[in-house]
């Protein structure tokens, strides 16, 4: 189907994995991973057609409609509070939007552009000096389908997701639905 379904929005979900390296020792029906505040589940399960397996469950997190999520790269493999995304183009909360879910909490923060406007994934760039995981900003290409609109790189304050500028282009900008950010390397 290539329309949004209401039935069956994109839905970001936690899932908890468990680390073990034998099977056996670990109780049937037991819960092998607990996350505070997650109702993720991760469970040895056992019956006669599968045989013996790990069975995950995973948690709804935030409002429905949530897509292309990344998180600060510092936090790849480590515990994580922030995920940042874009929302669809046709329905939905974060339809044309930039968006922040705490994944502790649920709560979302978003920037909303308007109809003819199209957002790319956004990228975390991390400030130099960051403490804090959400101390950064947020980078997304917008690509506006109005005839005398331009186009241009967004940039948010990855805490407040407030709009800190954008650089307008000259030209059209290929709608694109991922977007890159290539550090200057020295």
């Avoid at 379904?5 to 670990?26: A, C, H, T, W, Y």
Wanted: charged share 25%; with cysteine; net charge negative.
């Amino acid at each position: 189907m290539s329309e949004y379904s209401s039935e069956d929005p994109p839905q970001m979900k936690r899932f908890v994995l468990p680390l073990v390296g034998d099977l056996q020792n670990i109780q049937e029906g037991e819960e092998m991973v607990r996350v505070p505040g997650s109702l993720a589940s991760a469970m040895k399960v056992k019956n006669n057609q599968d045989g013996t397996y790990i069975s995950l469950v995973g948690a709804d997190i935030g409002e429905p409609g949530f897509d292309m999520p990344q998180i600060n790269e510092r936090h790849t493999g480590k515990p994580y509070r922030y995920v940042y995304g874009t929302g669809g183009y046709d329905r939905g909360y974060f339809r044309n939007s930039v968006c922040k879910v705490d994944v502790e909490t649920g709560r979302s923060l978003k920037w909303q552009g308007n109809e003819y406007q199209y957002l790319s994934e956004p990228t975390f760039v991390s400030a130099p000096d960051a403490v804090d995981e959400d101390d950064g900003v947020i980078l997304s290409s917008v690509a506006d389908v109005r005839k005398d609109s331009p186009d241009f790189l967004l940039v948010l304050n990855a805490r407040t997701m407030e709009e800190l500028g954008r650089a307008e282009i000259d030209g059209q900008l290929p709608n694109s639905l991922h977007g890159v950010f290539l550090p200057e390397k020295h």
